[in-house]
């Protein structure tokens, strides 16, 4: 009987001990940086050059540049937005595998304006989110005008 008592006080430590040992790497997990860092995004013409207003009907480049501090491949996923108000021009998201390198790596999307879309201020909205890191986010604008 004493046996058994000891036994199920062992196994109770043990598990005691791993949750511990859980709990404390999740919070340093947390605590840490993540080890892919949004870094800038921006926009592009057709000329590829940046400009602060696009026309309508011009194609854009939506880039965004983010740093591998590990070394080490990342699922990621990547979440451009492109809104004027309530209008959206773009609004996507896609899971990628961040390249086994340290250094700077990036993406980028083509879009075409729309020949019948608001004049106006828009948003780009970028959103990286990594799995146990909260959510990274970057946001800038740019007119479009006739």
Request: hydrophobic share 40%; net charge positive.
């Amino acid at each position: 009987m004493a046996r058994k008592w000891l036994i199920l006080a062992a196994v109770s430590l043990i598990l005691c001990a791993a949750t511990v040992i859980g709990v404390r790497v999740q919070s340093v997990k947390a605590s840490s940086p993540p080890p892919i860092q949004l870094s800038s995004i921006g926009v592009l013409g057709s000329d590829y050059s940046a400009h602060a207003s696009y026309h309508r009907g011009a194609q854009i480049e939506l880039w965004v540049d983010y740093y591998n501090s590990s070394g080490y491949e990342y699922w990621v996923t990547l979440h451009p937005a492109v809104y004027h108000s309530s209008y959206r021009l773009a609004n996507f998201s896609t899971q990628i595998l961040t390249q086994p390198y340290v250094g700077f790596q990036d993406s980028d999307w083509w879009i075409t304006i729309p020949k019948n879309a608001p004049l106006g201020t828009y948003k780009y909205w970028f959103t990286l989110s990594e799995s146990g890191y909260p959510d990274q986010t970057l946001v800038i604008s740019f007119k479009v005008v006739k």
